[in-house]
């Protein structure tokens, strides 16, 4: 899970409530209903639909690659957090909600301390031309702002389990820097994307509060928009004090029962451009260009335009899910270069712009958000000797969208490409659906 961020930035907070999100109609872009406001201001008040708390993550990081285990030399680091905490009520009569059994919805800061992290290079055969220093690298200290869907999986009067997800903007107080940091290759770029994955049980101990323990997977990168990104990526535990008050609410259920979902067919087209540069630069400046050239071991590389189109079928069974299978096909502005640079090494082989996929698609909807992922397998790529070489025959997306119901769904998002969970690029969606 190396690059995905998937999904749930800022847009997930557009609204005071998430309680209050309209659902998917095909004739407004935002419900608007006296009573069932005038309800919720009561559940407010009653019940509270806010909630906090305070975490504390002790880390530490995962070499990705045998590369990377060679030079990452002390892995510890240490993560407070804060958050609130957003609950929908079942007196809300939200569908989605009562489907997804009362998820919460969480903003939140981090602050990650890596100054125990040490990076540091050995002469190795491995790395071509680089020179070893006499210095250990740091790896920069971050700062995150995330968002999160958090869903439960079973509640009862005292204990819950749950899984997380969620993404975020960082910024990283140290990146790669040939004078000062020059064996940091995870972190490329002052700002970085940010992905967390985990699951944790709460034990609450009174009314409005509990302690909650879980396990966290979080990733920081930049999804190739500067190199190196190799990405830091850490596990660790979480210990949470939690504040609650909606708790009882949720955890008594009710008796409503949504209605029954219409299931339908419907075609999704999506057009995006991406951005990215090219591992191929950093690989030739860092390992193939001797000392004394002024390319050695620079920071700055060229970014690159990629359009991308898809054309999907997709069957709706559920509230909540969307699956289906699509053709995906992208044009890479970049590929006349990497021929040059082929040619130089004396790689003769094909080269094309273009690039064809099919793939499974499966989409993810609460309300009017999506998250959209899938797996694909090129049908046509001829991208070069280090595509051949690194990537592999599949490729994985996975990106947050907003459906705007007053234009028949349309839908603006972004998303992320990768292979084996490297990140290939980073683009803005557009996508719009079209009901059969």
Same mark, same amino acid.
């Given at each position: 899970?190396?690059?995905?961020?998937l999904?749930?930035?800022?847009?997930m907070?557009?609204?005071?409530?998430?309680?209050?999100l309209?659902?998917?109609?095909?004739d407004?872009?935002?419900?608007e209903?006296?009573?069932?406001?005038e309800?919720?201001?009561k559940d407010?008040?009653?019940?509270?639909?806010m909630?906090?708390?305070?975490?504390?993550?002790?880390g530490f990081?995962?070499?990705?690659?045998?590369?990377?285990?060679?030079?990452?030399? *002390?892995?510890?680091s240490?993560?407070y957090s804060?958050?609130?905490?957003?609950?929908?009520?079942?007196?809300?009569?939200?569908?989605?909600?009562?489907?997804y059994?009362?998820?919460?919805f969480s903003?939140?800061?981090?602050y990650t301390?890596?100054?125990?992290v040490?990076?540091?290079?050995?002469?190795?055969?491995?790395?071509?031309?680089?020179?070893p220093?006499?210095?250990?690298?740091?790896?920069?200290?971050i700062y995150?702002?995330?968002?999160s869907?958090?869903r439960?999986?079973?509640?009862?009067?005292?204990?819950?389990?749950?899984?997380?997800?969620?993404?975020?903007?960082?910024?990283?107080?140290?990146?790669?820097?040939k004078g000062?940091?020059?064996?940091?290759?995870?972190?490329?770029s002052r700002?970085l994307?940010y992905?967390?994955?985990?699951?944790?049980?709460?034990?609450?101990?009174?009314?409005q509060?509990?302690?909650?323990?879980?396990?966290d997977f979080?990733?920081?990168?930049?999804?190739?928009?500067?190199?190196?990104?190799?990405?830091?990526?850490v596990?660790?535990?979480?210990?949470?004090?939690?504040?609650?008050?909606?708790?009882?609410?949720?955890?008594?259920?009710?008796?409503w029962?949504?209605?029954a979902?219409? *299931?339908?067919?419907?075609?999704?087209?999506?057009?995006?451009?991406?951005?990215k540069?090219?591992?191929?630069?950093?690989?030739?400046?860092?390992?193939?260009?001797?000392?004394?050239?002024?390319?050695y071991?620079?920071?700055?590389?060229?970014?690159y335009g990629?359009?991308?189109?898809?054309?999907?079928?997709?069957?709706?069974?559920?509230?909540r899910?969307?699956?289906?299978?699509?053709?995906d096909?992208?044009y890479?502005s970049?590929?006349? *270069?990497?021929?040059?640079?082929?040619?130089?090494d004396?790689?003769?082989?094909?080269?094309s712009?273009?690039?064809?996929?099919?793939?499974g698609?499966?989409?993810?909807?609460y309300?009017?958000?999506?998250?959209?992922?899938?797996?694909?397998?090129?049908?046509?790529r001829?991208?070069?000797?280090?595509?051949?070489?690194?990537e592999?025959?599949y490729y994985?997306t996975?990106g947050?969208?907003?459906?705007?119901?007053?234009?028949?769904?349309?839908?603006?998002g972004?998303?992320?490409?990768?292979?084996?969970t490297?990140?290939?690029l980073m683009?803005?969606t557009?996508s719009?659906?079209?009901?059969?």
């Amino acid at each position: 899970m190396r690059k995905y961020l998937l999904f749930l930035l800022l847009l997930m907070y557009a609204y005071p409530s998430f309680s209050d999100l309209p659902e998917m109609t095909t004739d407004m872009c935002v419900s608007e209903n006296t009573e069932t406001q005038e309800g919720n201001d009561k559940d407010s008040v009653s019940s509270g639909r806010m909630g906090a708390h305070l975490s504390y993550n002790p880390g530490f990081l995962i070499p990705i690659d045998r590369y990377s285990k060679k030079y990452i030399k *002390k892995t510890c680091s240490q993560t407070y957090s804060i958050s609130l905490d957003l609950s929908p009520l079942p007196s809300d009569s939200n569908a989605v909600a009562h489907d997804y059994m009362y998820p919460w919805f969480s903003i939140g800061l981090c602050y990650t301390d890596n100054s125990r992290v040490r990076l540091h290079r050995d002469a190795d055969p491995d790395w071509g031309l680089l020179r070893p220093v006499d210095y250990d690298s740091r790896l920069g200290d971050i700062y995150t702002l995330y968002g999160s869907f958090n869903r439960p999986l079973s509640r009862t009067r005292r204990w819950m389990t749950a899984y997380t997800l969620g993404c975020g903007i960082a910024y990283s107080h140290h990146k790669y820097d040939k004078g000062l940091y020059i064996d940091n290759e995870l972190i490329g770029s002052r700002w970085l994307i940010y992905f967390v994955a985990g699951a944790n049980i709460t034990y609450r101990f009174s009314r409005q509060w509990g302690i909650r323990a879980g396990i966290d997977f979080t990733h920081h990168s930049n999804s190739a928009l500067n190199m190196p990104n190799k990405g830091a990526n850490v596990v660790s535990p979480s210990l949470s004090l939690v504040y609650m008050p909606y708790y009882e609410s949720v955890a008594a259920g009710d008796n409503w029962q949504p209605p029954a979902f219409d *299931k339908y067919w419907y075609l999704n087209f999506t057009a995006a451009f991406g951005g990215k540069a090219l591992p191929e630069d950093w690989q030739k400046t860092q390992f193939n260009t001797p000392p004394d050239d002024p390319d050695y071991r620079k920071t700055h590389f060229t970014h690159y335009g990629v359009p991308l189109f898809s054309a999907d079928v997709m069957y709706r069974y559920a509230r909540r899910w969307a699956s289906g299978i699509g053709v995906d096909v992208s044009y890479g502005s970049y590929m006349d *270069k990497i021929e040059r640079m082929d040619e130089a090494d004396g790689k003769q082989m094909r080269h094309s712009p273009w690039s064809v996929g099919i793939g499974g698609k499966h989409e993810v909807f609460y309300n009017n958000l999506s998250v959209a992922m899938s797996l694909g397998f090129y049908l046509y790529r001829h991208a070069g000797y280090k595509a051949k070489e690194l990537e592999q025959p599949y490729y994985e997306t996975i990106g947050i969208k907003y459906h705007f119901q007053c234009l028949n769904g349309l839908a603006l998002g972004y998303s992320v490409k990768a292979h084996l969970t490297k990140a290939d690029l980073m683009a803005l969606t557009l996508s719009y659906p079209i009901r059969l």
